[in-house]
């Protein structure tokens, strides 16, 4: 599924313009975004939790030349789904 079938989805069932529809999800998907990115968690009741976490420095190989790499450390964004999603799967 992609936006586009997202917001027919959600157009179908609230009446709405695939346009508008379009738009609330860009916004939504924006704000979880932006929380994540300050480094806040957003729990979504029923769905589930987005939450940023640290991925520390270690080591890996090339796998062209099999040489030892050091990978940085980043920050990644995970999804726990909550119970109510886990249920209907």
Do not use: W
Request: no cysteine; charged share 25%; aromatic share 4%.
């Amino acid at each position: 599924m992609n936006i586009s079938e997202l917001a027919k989805g959600v157009a179908a069932t609230t009446g709405s313009s695939e346009g508008d529809a379009k738009t609330a999800i860009t916004a939504v998907f924006d704000q979880i975004a932006s929380a994540a990115a300050k480094g806040e968690e957003v729990s979504i009741s029923g769905f589930g939790k987005f939450a940023v976490k640290d991925r520390p420095e270690r080591q890996g190989r090339n796998p062209a030349t099999g040489e030892t790499i050091t990978i940085a450390a980043s920050k990644k964004v995970s999804f726990t789904p909550a119970k109510g999603l886990k249920d209907k799967l």
